[in-house]
């Protein structure tokens, strides 16, 4: 059983940055890859970014990547998400997950998820 809380959302203007933390109970939190889902208002979730379990390998939705970067601390049990450069339309609230099926997109391979941090991003 993982438990995730989320922290770190906020408002900010465009082109400003924040940093999201996901923090993660569980001993076997190293074996978990980690990722990031986003739902705006009236839209379905969708993918933002994964780490998996050694935190060597990533994955980005096109429209986040080299503006946005996850990473992840083991001796934290935490893992992050760096949001730079961002837009109005990078608005909605961001979900921390994890699952055990490799750097997937679906939100079907994750088991466990957090409670959510809303993201504003004012233009």
């Known amino acids: 059983q993982v438990q995730l809380v989320e922290s770190g959302g906020g408002l900010v203007q465009a082109g400003g940055s924040l940093r999201l933390s996901c923090a993660a109970s569980g001993r076997t939190f190293s074996s978990y890859t980690m990722g990031w889902f986003r739902q705006a208002p009236g839209k379905e979730r969708e993918f933002v970014a994964a780490?998996?379990?050694?935190?060597?390998?990533?994955y980005y939705a096109d429209s986040v990547k080299g503006r946005f970067t996850i990473s992840r601390d083991g001796a934290k049990n935490t893992v992050y998400l760096q949001m730079n450069s961002l837009k109005p339309e990078d608005t909605a609230v961001y979900y921390c997950?994890?699952?055990?099926?490799?750097?997937?997109?679906?939100?079907?391979?994750?088991?466990?998820w957090g409670q959510g941090a809303q993201v504003t991003v004012s233009s």
């Open positions: 997950a994890a699952g055990r099926r490799g750097l997937i997109a679906l939100r079907a391979a994750y088991d466990y």
């Open positions: 780490i998996n379990w050694s935190g060597v390998s990533t």
